[in-house]
Structure formats: structure tokens, C-alpha cells
């Protein structure tokens, strides 16, 4: 009768491939799980540098630059008018009544209301100081329209009334440090303000490609490890590593969202700077008509002929002929339209802080799913009875 030998290593042999398989799978699980939190940390931080940028550059383009700019251009419209409203009301004869009119009162409440406005919301490193020269300036006009308004209503002080309003006239319209050309230095400053937000918006293509791939590999890394839960411990679909998916995506599409919200921020500037080209478009037309009156005026009360005005203002003749030139056909309702074109782009920009309470919520709950999801199965296996 035979006998079967047994080997007094079989015991502790499969014991010590039992133990090294354990501590494989421990140690492979605890890799899972520190690549997913490495991945949750570079995911949820890179998509808090996304919202904290996008969100002060939006915040201050949508709050300052462009309403400076909108109030900027405003102010210049209303200088413009106001100024063709005083020369109009002064070669109709009505000034002499009600001297500049009611208009021209209106139209500089309007201009110093939206410079106000704009010491509220400029933006540029000499907007201030640029910006009290310009008011001063308004003072100053207006005081000049003031006084022609005094001479007009004197009898035979129309000449006197004439030139003073010719010199107020200068003051807005003039070549050199006028009121309009520093307005629209003031503008332009504000212009590019506005770019440079634009810019600061933009999101490089490599950063849009870090935050794909760190997504992709969090993604792919959540598959892996589900798929070895279901091999190792032939159980089905983790189902808080589905949640941490679920998270993970949601968390994805909204930092894409921020990125992608410097669209809105460049259509906000694209229809904003085609509004004031517009508005221009109009105030140049007010102006044309305000000036070719004004010349007018100064040649019948002061000059009685147009060759014996003077070199000034025989210049001052060829400037307003050189602005004869047709303009586009522009109205107010298209500015108008414009405006309104603005502010909804800009209203559709806004990144609020909605975006970033959702986005910690999401970075939140993908974290929790995680540590549910691979804690436990680590726990259980690392010190189940051997």
C-alpha cells in the first residue's frame, strides 16, 4: 500500500505567496488611491484659477470699463449737442429771448452726470487727473456760453456775442488741448483697458490642453480602478467611483464654460466700440451743422464779409468745408439698439459667484465619492483575518 508525502513547505510556502499578493494588492490600491487624489487636487485647482481669473477680469470689465467707456461716449454726445443746441438757439434769434436754450441746459446736466459717473469707473493710470481737466473744461464752456448769452442780449452786442461764441465753440472743437480731443484720449485710454481685459480673459491653448488632460487621465484613472475593484474583489460597478465620475465631468463642462466666456467678453467689446463708432458717426453730423451755422453767424455780425475775417477763422472756414464729406446713414435708434446690444452680451459674460459655489461643490462631492469609494475596499482587505 502506497503512502503520499507531504511537504512541510507547501504550508508556508503558500502562506508567503498568499502574504505577498496581499501586500501587492495593498500597495496597489493605496497607489489608486493617492493618483486620485493627486488628480482631484490638479483638477479642482486648476478649475479655481479658472474661475478666480475669468471672474475678476469679467467682473471689472462688466462693472467699470465698459460702463466708463458707454459714459465717456455719452458726455462727449451730450457736449456735442449742447453745443450745437446754444449755436443754433443764438442764430435762430430765439437766444436773445432764452439765450442758449433749454437743450443746451439739459444736454450739459447729461455730459456732467456721466463724467461723474466716469470718476466712478475709470480704469487707466491718468484717468483722474485727465478726467478733472475735463470738467474743468465743461466749467470753463460753459461760463464762455454764459457770457455770450450776455452779450447777446445786449443791444448792438451781437459781434461780442458772436466771437465769445466762437471761442466757446473752439474750446470744444478746437486742434489743440480741447475738451473733445481729451475726451476721446480719455476714450481710447478706456479702449484699451478694455483689450487688455480681453486679453487677460483669453485662455492659452496649453492651459485649455492641461485641463483636458488632467480631466481625461482623472477619468481614465477612475475607470482603472474600477475595473480592478471588480477583478480583485469580483464585485460589480463601484458605484461611488460612478458618482466620482458623474462629479468629475460636471466639474469639467463648467471650468470649460469659464473658459469659454472670454467670447462673450470679446462680443461685449466688439459691439461696444461699434456703438461708439456709431455715436460718433452722429455727434460728427451734430457738428457738422453747429459749425456751418456758427460761421456763418460770425461772418454776418462780425466780419460783414468773408475775406475780411482774418487768417483764424478764414482756417476755421476750411475746416468746416473739409467736413462736408457724406457720413453713413446713422440714426438713433441704431445706437440705441447698440446699447442695449451691450449690455446683454455683457449681462450673458458675467460670471457670478453661483459658478464658483457650484464648482467647489462639484470638487467637493467628486472628493467625498472618491474616499467612499476606495477607503472602504482598502480597509477591508488590508485587515481582513488571515
Do not use: K
Not at 485662455?203 to 485649455?208: I, N
Not at 466688439?270 to 460718433?280: C, E, F, S
Not at 456758427?294 to 468745408?321: H, I, K, P, S, Y
Request: glycine residues 8%; charged residues 20%; negative net charge.
Amino acid at each position: 500500500m502506497g503512502t503520499t508525502t507531504v511537504s512541510r513547505t507547501d504550508g508556508p510556502l503558500r502562506s508567503y505567496v498568499r502574504d505577498l499578493r496581499q501586500r501587492r494588492t495593498v500597495l496597489l490600491l493605496i497607489s489608486l488611491f493617492a493618483g486620485l487624489l493627486t488628480l482631484w487636487v490638479l483638477v479642482g485647482v486648476s478649475g479655481l484659477l479658472v474661475f478666480a481669473r475669468v471672474h475678476e477680469v469679467s467682473t471689472a470689465a462688466r462693472t467699470r470699463t465698459v460702463n466708463a467707456i458707454s459714459e465717456i461716449a455719452t458726455a462727449r454726445s451730450a457736449l456735442v449737442r449742447a453745443d450745437q443746441a446754444a449755436i443754433l438757439s443764438f442764430t435762430s434769434g430765439g437766444g436773445r429771448l432764452a439765450g442758449p436754450g433749454d437743450e443746451f441746459q439739459n444736454q450739459v446736466a447729461i455730459a456732467s452726470q456721466s463724467l461723474t459717473m466716469v470718476a466712478e469707473h475709470t480704469m487707466t493710470r491718468n484717468g483722474s487727473s485727465t478726467l478733472r481737466l475735463v470738467q474743468g473744461l465743461v466749467v470753463t464752456y460753459v461760463g464762455m456760453i454764459g457770457q455770450a448769452d450776455a452779450h447777446f442780449r445786449q443791444p448792438g452786442g451781437e459781434a461780442l456775442g458772436a466771437v465769445d461764441l466762437w471761442h466757446a465753440s473752439r474750446l470744444l472743437h478746437g486742434q489743440d488741448a480741447t475738451l473733445l480731443r481729451e475726451l476721446d484720449g480719455l476714450l481710447s485710454a478706456h479702449q484699451d483697458v478694455l483689450a487688455d481685459h480681453l486679453d487677460e480673459a483669453s485662455t492659452p491653448w496649453h492651459a485649455e490642453a492641461s485641463i483636458i488632460l488632467l480631466a481625461v487621465a482623472l477619468l481614465a484613472l477612475l475607470a482603472f480602478t474600477n475595473l480592478v475593484y471588480l477583478r480583485r474583489f469580483r464585485r460589480r460597478v463601484n458605484p461611488w467611483l460612478v458618482v466620482a465620475a458623474a462629479a468629475l465631468i460636471g466639474s469639467t463642462l463648467l471650468t470649460w464654460h469659464l473658459v469659454g466666456s472670454d467670447e462673450g467678453l470679446s462680443t461685449t467689446g466688439t459691439t461696444l466700440n461699434g456703438m461708439v463708432d456709431q455715436q460718433r458717426t452722429l455727434d460728427d453730423a451734430a457738428s457738422r451743422v453747429g459749425q456751418v451755422e456758427l460761421r456763418d453767424l460770425v461772418v454776418g455780425t462780425v466780419c460783414g464779409d468773408q475775406n475780411q475775417c482774418g487768417a483764424t477763422l478764414a482756417r476755421f472756414d476750411e475746416d468746416v468745408n473739409a467736413a462736408q464729406d457724406p457720413l453713413p446713414t446713422v440714426t438713433e435708434s441704431d445706437v440705441a439698439e447698440q446699447a442695449l446690444a451691450v449690455r446683454a452680451h455683457a449681462d450673458a459674460a458675467e460670471v457670478g459667484t453661483g459658478s464658483r459655489t457650484w464648482l467647489i461643490a462639484l470638487d467637493a462631492l467628486l472628493v467625498v465619492a472618491i474616499l467612499l469609494g476606495t477607503l472602504p475596499p482598502l480597509f477591508r482587505y488590508r485587515f481582513r483575518s488571515r
